[in-house]
């Protein structure tokens, strides 16, 4: 039984080898294969390449894009909206020899017109009046370099604090801690017209009133 | 002479060793070789577990994955059970791809209910041969030819990721249908 199921065995494996030699890959179709490889294997590597490429490309473009953007925006918020404001007139505080200084600085495009001089004068005047009337002045920070900018909230007036002024607050405790660009300041006048204190107004979201 | 001192400066290595090399190096030579070693045995399983033009793209398409798969080779036994493993889940998924796999893993269809059309007029056995090849169920067919190729009923089992015993099962029924037409 065991010597016929061998025999069988065998001869299955004789009739499966000669199947197997009659359905062969021959010399030509072997060489046909090994160049698919390896045309398949180039390409692939050249796929992987070229995604690559574009994936580097994408990034580079994104930061170019995305550097380019912010320093737009960084030109609009400092030239346009410190340096060129277009209806406001530009109030200095300064300490020079220990003494306050308050000077009016006319934007660029109004000296350039006596009549725009004489409206920015008038400005000052009425927001002057404002000031006494409320004793109370409101602005906000948007540009906090050596010299602090404030912008009036009715956009009229824009502050600039020089640092020797803003050492003299700190000394006098008069200046809140931690104010940060974009922060709603309210300050305080003596009767001259003299910044004495600028605190932070944490309770108000916006410019109101 | 000349083919004594090729053997001398290119000693014959086996497909692990080929495969080893070719793990860590890349070298196309060695690709080569390999191919040059089991293409033939890999073509012949997946022709008859399917056609000539999938077999051949089949076959194409293992020999990348094997390219792709080089570093994971290290650490497995024999470069021929992994081909096979390789080839085979290809050839599946192609299947299943093309819809022609109407999942033939049934382990129940015994020798006798295997249909024959045509056989007893043919005398060459060797045709016969085919002619049974070709009607025996799937995953007997994929057994037997995997023992014919020299796999053990372990290694088969980790090709098709069967258990031994359903393996064992299937070679059974293969034999037992090869025996009922072409035995004694």
């Not at chain 1, 060489?31 to 398949?40: F, G």
């Not at chain 2, 014959?12 to 090399?21: G, H, I, P, Q, V």
């Not at chain 2, 040059?36 to 012949?44: A, F, I, K, T, V």
Request: charged share 25%; with cysteine; proline share 1%.
């Amino acid at each position: 039984m065991s010597q016929s199921n061998n025999n069988f065995d065998d001869k299955l494996n004789q009739l499966y080898k000669k199947h197997k030699s009659d359905n062969q890959l021959s010399s030509q179709e072997k060489k046909q294969l090994i160049a698919k490889i390896n045309k398949d294997k180039y390409l692939k590597k050249l796929d992987w390449i070229n995604t690559f490429q574009i994936s580097l490309a994408s990034v580079a473009l994104f930061t170019l894009f995305g550097l380019l953007f912010n320093q737009r925006d960084y030109q609009n918020n400092i030239e346009d909206t410190v340096y060129n404001p277009e209806n406001a007139i530009i109030e200095v505080h300064y300490l020079e020899n220990n003494t306050y200084h308050k000077e009016i600085k006319p934007t660029e495009q109004k000296t350039k017109s006596q009549i725009a001089l004489q409206q920015a004068s008038e400005k000052l005047d009425r927001s002057q009046s404002n000031l006494k009337n409320k004793k109370q002045f409101k602005g906000i920070l948007i540009n906090k370099a050596d010299n602090w900018y404030i912008e009036s909230c009715n956009k009229e007036v824009l502050v600039q604090i020089n640092a020797s002024l803003i050492n003299q607050l700190k000394r006098n405790n008069a200046l809140d801690n931690n104010i940060i660009q974009g922060d709603l300041l309210a300050f305080k006048h003596n009767s001259n017209g003299e910044i004495i204190a600028m605190i932070k107004s944490d309770n108000l979201l916006q410019c109101q009133g | 002479m000349i083919s004594s001192l090729k053997e001398w400066l290119l000693p014959k290595k086996n497909a692990e060793t080929l495969m080893s090399l070719y793990a860590k190096s890349g070298k196309n030579e060695l690709l080569q070789r390999l191919v040059e070693l089991h293409s033939n045995d890999l073509y012949h399983f997946l022709l008859s577990q399917s056609d000539i033009e999938l077999a051949k793209d089949i076959s194409q398409k293992t020999w990348l994955k094997i390219i792709d798969k080089r570093e994971l080779y290290q650490c497995r036994g024999s470069f021929k059970t992994w081909l096979f493993t390789v080839g085979r889940n290809t050839l599946l998924d192609e299947m299943r791809k093309l819809s022609r796999f109407k999942l033939l893993f049934d382990d129940q269809i015994e020798p006798e209910l295997i249909q024959i059309v045509n056989l007893d007029n043919n005398s060459d056995i060797q045709i016969k041969f085919k002619l049974l090849l070709k009607n025996l169920p799937f995953a007997q067919r994929e057994a037997f030819s995997l023992q014919q190729e020299g796999f053990s009923i372990l290694q088969i089992a980790q090709i098709t990721q069967q258990k031994e015993q359903t393996i064992k099962t299937r070679l059974r029924y293969a034999k037992s249908y090869f025996k009922q037409h072409i035995g004694g």
